[in-house]
Structures are given as C-alpha cells and as structure tokens.
Nanobody, 128 residues
Framework: QVQLVESGGGLVQAGGSLRLACAAS????????MGWFRQAPGKDREFVAA????????YYTDSLKGRFTISRDNAKNTVYLQMNSLKPEDSAVYYC?????????????????????WGQGTQVTVSS
C-alpha cells in the first residue's frame, strides 16, 4: 500500500500563490500516476491535474491551465501543485491520489474512480 500526505495548504489573498506537496511512502515503486483533485463545500470532487510517474505526461483540467502547474520529484516520491493567481473560487480541500494501474487512455487520468489511494486532503482558502 501507499500512504499519501498533503501539505502546503492555508489561507491566501486573491492573486497570491501556494504550493501544495504530496509525499508518498510505502510501496511507492508500483505507482504509475499521481493526481490532484479538489472539493469545495457543497460540490462534487473535481479533477485538477495529474502526472504520469514515469515519462512525465501531464494533464490539466482546461479551466486551470496556465495558473496551476503539477510537477514531481521521483527521488523524494513527492508531487507538487504550484497554484498562482489564486481566486476565491479555488477555495477547496485539495486531495492527492495515486494508482498502481496502467492508464491506457488519457481519459483515465481525469477519473477519480481510477485512483486507488488518497491522502487526507489539505485546505486551501482564498480570500477576496
């Protein structure tokens, strides 16, 4: 199994930046991809970004392209989400997730049901 721990959330003013980190431990050698999702109060959890663990293919939800950047540090088994120009509507609990499965279609990366392990989440609050 894999354990995921997110960090880096907090309170920031609109227009500011935050960098979230997701550190993986345990059976990390079997991970094939990691993703970030978020859930705002009263809303469904939604896809934010994902990265293939080897090869580095990256996927974003269209509305966040240009403001959010996902990256990884294989040596540290850590994935990052750099969030710039934050808006109040970005406020949510941000979760990272990983899988041992091979994603044969890019659409799999966007589907939270395809991920096997989840972190506990980190709160991001953007004030106006």
């Amino acid at each position: 199994q894999v354990q995921l721990v997110e960090s880096g959330g907090g309170l920031v003013q609109a227009g500011g930046s935050l960098r979230l980190a997701c550190a993986a431990s345990g059976r990390t050698f079997s991970m094939t991809a990691m993703g970030w999702f978020r859930q705002a109060p009263g809303k469904d959890r939604e896809f934010v970004a994902a990265i293939k663990w080897t090869g580095g293919s990256i996927y974003y939800t269209d509305s966040l392209k240009g403001r959010f950047t996902i990256s990884r540090d294989n040596a540290k088994n850590t994935v990052y989400l750099q969030m710039n120009s934050l808006k109040p509507e970005d406020s949510a609990v941000y979760y990272c997730a990983t899988t041992y499965s091979t994603f044969y279609s890019s659409s799999y990366y966007y589907n939270q049901a395809r991920y096997d392990y989840w972190g506990q989440g980190t709160q991001v609050t953007v004030s106006s």
